[in-house]
């Protein structure tokens, strides 16, 4: 995937220095790859990545765009401690089915199938943002932008935050939106009679409701306010409804 940067985070304290950073727990990658994210001060996001056990050393798999952003934000979080941060040329490649030898299983769904990381083959011919919308993940730059807060986006559901792990750079907004409030916004799968560009406004009786974002199959992710959507709503020339959580 030439849309993917891998990064490799090496020295005695790596574990230790993601640890205080993420949003998930870095021990859980002795069962394989943590979905995780990092997010700024005031609980938004920042980036989502997948880390990948690589030996003593940790990969990180990113988005290319946010790729710099992150390295940046890395070093400057790194200080004194003993971690090296270095760009490799490695490729990601993704499949369906069982993860071959020196795979992973994608953490956030069983329908997302697997991740690569040493040249394992994968499938060209699946369609992706299908999959995703169906299980209603968000894709970085798309539905998950700097405004987003990732409970909203799912990010439980996802297996991508852990609310035991301790101390993470955003976890004191976190927790809060996760046990002192009732989330009144987030993303939902709607049914999509039509098609709209992504990023359409959705309206429900003249009233914004929230925004459409990727379709495919007759369904879409759509960010929305959920006292507002209540039955048929409008997004440009399509229909839009929502449809129950996705499991």
């Not at 050393?57 to 940046?72: E, F, H, N, R, W």
């Amino acid at each position: 995937m030439t849309d993917r940067t891998v990064l490799r985070i090496s020295g005695a304290d790596a574990a230790h220095f993601l640890q205080g950073l993420v949003t998930n727990d870095v021990a859980r990658l002795d069962q394989g790859l943590v979905y995780t994210a990092m997010l700024t001060p005031q609980g938004k996001y920042r980036a989502d990545f997948f880390l990948v056990p690589d030996g003593e050393a940790i990969l990180l798999d990113v988005d290319s765009t946010l790729a710099p952003g992150l390295k940046q934000a890395l070093m400057m979080y790194r200080l004194r401690s003993k971690v090296e941060i270095e760009d490799t040329d490695g490729n990601v490649t993704r499949g369906l089915g069982p993860a071959p030898d020196g795979a992973f299983a994608d953490p956030r769904h069983p329908s997302l199938g697997w991740r690569g990381y040493d040249g394992q083959p994968g499938d060209s011919d699946v369609d992706w943002d299908a999959l995703r919308v169906a299980a209603c993940v968000p894709q970085t730059g798309i539905e998950l932008t700097p405004d987003s807060f990732i409970l909203e986006m799912g990010f439980e559901r996802l297996n991508g935050v852990d609310f035991r792990k301790g101390c993470y750079v955003g976890q004191e907004v976190t927790a809060r939106m996760k046990h002192k409030t009732e989330l009144r916004k987030g993303l939902a799968q709607v049914a999509v009679t039509g098609t709209a560009p992504v990023g359409t406004e959705i309206e429900a009786e003249g009233k914004p409701a929230g925004t459409l974002f990727t379709q495919a199959g007759g369904r879409g992710l759509a960010y929305l306010r959920f006292d507002r959507a209540q039955g048929a709503m409008l997004a440009g020339d399509a229909e839009v409804s929502l449809m129950a959580e996705p499991v």
